[in-house]
């Protein structure tokens, strides 16, 4: 293929996510902490480009992303106050790098997704998540283009990385593995 075959265009893109923490559920004399059962919403927003060679393309995109994930705790040294939900939030820019295959309108795409936490607010204390750096993913979904500037995407995002190994409860450090997965829906526009 040569370069001269390939159409570049630009674009944004928003959309809803849905997420969830997956971590090991932590059983101690202190503390019940296990995962909830809701969903819980965010938004994300960016650009995107899309280099297209006859039916394959590359998109590279960039995108801030509002996530997080709730789980329920209980205190068994305060009965009265019952299962209490707890939340973890984060805001983070998200760099998938994905290459695809376009039939016509639809097109199925997948690759690797680079998470940079930018801020994030715990309500649990003791739950630590190790934040630093560039955690890595994947992404995976489909798209249909529709009227040549409107797109439509739905994908699945996994993680390779840990958040975090240990949660503190009670003074006592429990092994758990916290990992993010979401669903991602967005609508952009082409220039």
């Known amino acids: 293929f040569s370069l001269s075959q390939a159409q570049v265009k630009f674009g944004l893109k928003a959309g809803a996510n849905t997420a969830s923490f997956k ?17 819980q919403w965010g938004f994300h927003a960016g650009a995107f480009v899309r280099i297209n060679i006859l039916m394959i393309y590359l998109q590279p995109e960039a995108y801030f992303t509002s996530t997080g994930g709730k789980f329920t705790y209980e205190d ?15 805001n983070r820019l998200d760099i998938p790098i994905l290459v695809g295959v376009k039939l016509g309108p639809v097109r199925i795409n997948a690759g690797p ?7 994030h607010k715990n309500d649990l204390e003791g739950l630590e998540a190790d934040l630093k750096g560039m955690k890595w993913g994947y992404q ?8 040549k500037k409107l797109t439509i995407d739905a994908r699945y995002e996994g993680n390779l990385g840990k958040l975090g190994e240990t949660v503190t409860i009670g003074g ?16 952009g526009f082409m220039f």
């Open 140 to 147: 995976a979904g489909l798209g249909f283009d529709l009227f």
């Open 172 to 187: 006592t450090d429990f092994a758990t593995d916290m990992r993010t997965s979401q669903v991602l829906i967005s609508v």
């Open 76 to 90: 068994p040294n305060n009965p009265s106050a019952g299962e209490v939900i707890k939340s973890f939030d984060m």
């Open 113 to 119: 997704a680079g998470h940079l936490v930018l801020s």
């Open 23 to 39: 971590f090991d559920d932590v059983d101690s004399p202190d503390a019940l902490l296990t995962q909830a059962k809701q969903a």
